[in-house]
């Protein structure tokens, strides 16, 4: 952890940490020191990672809550209407003022502010998703993933979990921004406020970004605040030939707090020859 940073969950969580070779779920008062850190996670009183300034500040304490919730918690079979489980992480079961589809699935230890919407769809363990975010259908939110207000995830969006090691910096994608159908942002890649990041665009922490108007690489992994970001490929050479890889384009600026507007996004990609 940061060490500016003190973790809402007890010190008993580091302690049992420590000693995680020798847990089971026979280990009731483990089982219940693990169990109120997660209903914490559940609840949004604590989260694995926010972010503060510029940097992404992981606690590491809830990521081991996580973590060792696998170790105390057996396994149990569960039933919604006709369809049974049997796993040892139960469903989430507390959805105040979120609207949840028919077909939705949320893990308990996600964290869903009031205004969310979801869909048909699938949000892990550790998740925390600010309020007015839509997660469109079959969209997943992995494990630990960070989603910050008013976000739009499209149909079929992969945001990707990191769980371990119990440092990794999750994904994470800031308020007001919009995630094309498809596309994946993963291995703790992050995605800037209010940018807009086209369908079946690929990002993770390795890949290139660049401005397509001065040919600068901006960073690896980050998309910038307030862009249009589509995904492409450079030409680089190897001993067998010249081969593209894979990386992130930025088309466009868009000044701060501007709407995205449908018609006038797919006029940025149309001008710059990308399929709407």
């Known amino acids: 952890m940061s060490q500016s940073f003190t973790s809402p969950l007890p010190a008993a969580i580091d302690t049992l940490w ?4 020798d847990l089971s779920p026979g280990d009731a008062e483990a089982r219940s020191v693990v169990v109120g850190a997660i209903d914490q996670l559940d609840a949004g009183r604590a989260r694995v990672a926010r972010v503060e300034g510029d940097e992404v ?26 369809f049974q ?22 893990r308990w230890g996600a964290y869903l502010a009031p205004g969310v919407v979801l ?30 207000k008013n976000v ?21 994608i800031e308020d007001d921004a919009l995630i094309g159908s498809r596309a ?13 990041v086209g369908a079946g665009t690929i990002l993770s922490a390795s890949i290139p ?21 589509v995904g492409g490929t450079r030409q680089k050479e190897f001993p067998g030939g010249t081969y593209g890889l894979p990386c992130v ?10 709407r995205h507007d449908k018609a006038a996004l797919n006029d940025v990609l149309r001008e710059h020859g990308v399929n709407a």
């Not at 769809?121 to 910050?148: E, K, L, Y």
């Open 18 to 21: 420590e000693r995680r070779a």
């Open 57 to 82: 500040v992981v606690d590491e304490r809830a990521k081991r809550a996580i973590l060792l919730s696998f170790k105390v918690l057996g396994m149990a079979r569960s039933q919604v209407g006709d």
């Open 85 to 106: 489980h049997h796993d040892r992480m139960p469903l989430k079961t507390t959805f105040e003022g979120v609207r949840v589809v028919p077909g939705a699935i949320a």
């Open 119 to 148: 869909m048909p769809s699938f949000t892990n363990i550790g998740a925390f998703v600010d309020a007015g975010t839509m997660i469109d259908t079959w969209a997943t939110v992995g494990s630990c993933a960070q989603i910050g």
């Open 152 to 172: 739009h995830l499209s149909g079929g969006a992969g945001i990707g979990g990191v769980l371990e090691p119990p440092n990794a910096v999750p994904v994470v």
């Open 184 to 196: 994946m942002i993963v291995e703790g890649a992050r995605v800037g406020r209010g940018a807009v």
């Open 209 to 229: 970004v660049i401005d397509v108007q001065t040919g600068e690489e901006l960073s690896r992994g980050r998309i910038p605040d307030w862009c249009v970001a």
């Open 249 to 258: 384009l930025v088309l466009k600026r868009l000044d701060p707090g501007q």
